[in-house]
């Protein structure tokens, strides 16, 4: 199975090359929007990993 099928590759990947940059060089507002980048891949990396072994305190309603 190719790995680039497998839920959250995308994600990780892309929260790995941002995590790469050098931000030292860059002009302040480039390095806040790699900063926010960073922190909304992590907020949605969070959400879409399941909870291992703790039980969800979510409903879902029909």
Same mark, same amino acid.
């Given at each position: 199975?190719? =790995?680039?099928?497998? =839920?959250?590759?995308? &994600?990780?990947?892309? +929260?790995?090359? &941002? ?6 060089? &860059? !002009? !302040?507002? !480039? ?8 922190? %909304? +891949? $992590?907020?949605?990396? %969070? &959400?879409?990993? =399941? $909870?291992?072994?703790? #039980?969800? #305190? ?5």
């Amino acid at each position: 199975m190719d =790995p680039r099928n497998t =839920p959250g590759y995308r &994600l990780h990947r892309s +929260l790995t090359n &941002l995590k790469r940059i050098e931000t030292a060089g &860059l !002009d !302040d507002a !480039d390095q806040e929007r790699i900063e926010a980048a960073r922190t %909304l +891949l $992590q907020n949605v990396s %969070l &959400l879409t990993q =399941p $909870q291992h072994g703790e #039980d969800a #305190d979510t409903q879902v309603e029909s």
